[in-house]
């Protein structure tokens, strides 16, 4: 299994990213992904997840309105959008695959600063 993610950086306050996690390894269709971060001195947080078929999405109360989790399942990839991305934002961004099996990524750094 592997869940190879891309798309972080350093970024201005107010901008956008788009992080992308490719999967191979496991039936991805039929995977809850979630995408999760982790600011340094805190706890990992779920930032959003969506369900298989891609209707069912949740994202935490402080991305709500800015963050769009989705998925291409043809390309077995999951996306998250970030816009008006603020400096709490800031974190090493993990992506998991839930089959029931729990799979991660390696993460990748998004830097919000002026």
């Known amino acids: 299994v592997q869940l190879v993610e891309s798309g972080g950086g350093l970024v201005q306050p107010g901008e956008s990213l788009r992080l992308s996690c490719v999967a191979s390894g496991f039936t991805f269709s039929s995977a809850v992904m979630r995408w999760y971060r982790q600011a340094p001195g805190k706890e990992r947080e779920l930032v959003a997840r969506i369900i298989g078929g891609g209707g069912t999405t949740n994202y935490a109360d402080s991305v709500k309105g800015r963050f769009t989790i989705s998925r291409d399942n043809a390309k077995s990839t999951v996306y998250l959008q970030m816009n008006s991305l603020k400096p709490e934002d800031t974190a090493v961004y993990y992506c998991?695959?839930?089959?029931?099996?729990?799979?991660w990524g390696q993460g990748t750094q998004v830097t919000v600063s002026s």
């Open positions: 998991n695959a839930f089959t029931p099996f729990d799979y």
